[in-house]
């Protein structure tokens, strides 16, 4: 049952990484020490776990609930938990709800099915289908991760509004559309509901301009890596203080460029390698078909590490 029952899916929520030893087996001590690290981080308001930044498309089910297990022992007693729910299969999709509810979770983040990608947008009933099931599974606040709308997995806002509607536990979007104009038109119209549905951008490319739009909260992998500049890029923009926001904008820009460049599978592969730089991480195991990065792409994100002022400990002072 969660420690926090009262928890409503906003603010910054950094998506943590899952080490993993020589063997591909999970790294319990060094996933502690990242949770740790992170959970330290001034102003989060809860963290999420066993998803794309966890590489939770390579792990079991009993390995996704021990992860769950660990986050909530180490952290659940300071932050909410947010649980990815990562599957095709709308019924396995529910048995990770359930098993997350009863772990301790206080949200649920709810990525699209890989077979959406087929059509399912001229077919908004399976969306519905989808959250439903595992609505029946758990009552827990589910975050929609939207996709872009080319890729065919997002959702049209007909289809968001429709699924609010007939799935009351939907309480937030990730927001991943990478279209600036449906962005601010889900900011607008979903976050003046009642109750609002907030908009949790993850829109790295242009974070600074995604929060003046109004988004009530930022939900990203690379916060694995710079909690404390989201952190006070998300508090600069809700005190107006737009120089300070510019500042902190322009560093993390520096990261996420390298972060986020083509090939963007490789994403948290490279926050990996980041961390190992940084000193946090002792390894950058990845589970395939992902593999190692080149000794140049290290190089490139050394550099752009320490031109954005990333420490060990942090972001280092202006």
């Known amino acids: 049952m969660s420690r926090f029952p009262d928890f409503t899916p906003a603010g910054v929520i950094p998506a943590v990484l899952l080490p993993f030893k020589p063997d591909l087996s999970l790294d319990e001590e060094a996933y502690r020490r990242h ?9 989060l308001s809860a963290l999420t776990t066993n998803a794309h930044s966890s590489e939770a498309a390579s792990c079991s089910f009993d390995e996704q609930q021990r992860v769950l297990e660990i986050t909530l022992d180490e952290v659940g007693d300071r932050l909410p938990v947010v649980g990815g729910i990562y599957a095709d299969g709308s019924l396995e999709a529910a048995r990770l709800a359930a098993m997350a509810q009863a772990g301790g979770a206080s949200a649920l983040l709810v990525f699209p099915p890989q077979p959406f990608i087929m059509g399912a947008q001229l077919r908004p009933e399976m969306a519905l289908a989808h959250f439903k099931t595992i609505a029946q599974a758990s009552d827990l606040p589910l975050i929609v991760f939207q996709y872009s709308l080319a890729g065919g997995q997002g959702y049209p806002l007909e289809t968001l509004l429709r699924l609010i509607e007939e799935v009351p536990t939907v309480r937030a ?3 991943w559309s990478n279209d600036p104009m449906l962005h601010q038109r889900q900011v607008s119209v979903l976050q003046s509901l009642s109750p609002p549905v907030n908009v949790l951008t993850t829109h790295s490319a242009w974070l600074l301009s995604s929060l003046v739009s109004g988004c009530n909260g ?3 992998g690379s916060g694995s890596v710079i909690a404390d500049l989201h952190s006070a890029l998300f508090q600069a923009v809700r005190a107006d203080d737009l120089g300070s926001a510019r500042r902190l904008a322009r560093r993390i820009q520096i990261l ?4 986020y460049a083509p090939p963007a599978v490789d994403m948290h592969n490279r926050m990996k390698e980041a961390l190992v730089l940084l000193g946090r991480l002792e390894k950058a195991v990845v589970r395939p078909p992902l593999v190692k990065l080149g000794p140049e792409e290290i190089a490139r994100l050394d550099r752009a590490l ?13």
Request: hydrophobic letters at 45%.
């Open 35 to 43: 949770l740790d690290f992170v959970a330290r981080t001034p102003g």
């Open 256 to 259: 996420a460029e390298v972060f």
């Open 306 to 318: 320490k031109e954005a002022g990333i420490g060990p400990e942090g972001a280092l002072p202006d």
């Open 218 to 220: 930022l939900l990203s």
């Open 173 to 175: 979007i990730k927001d």
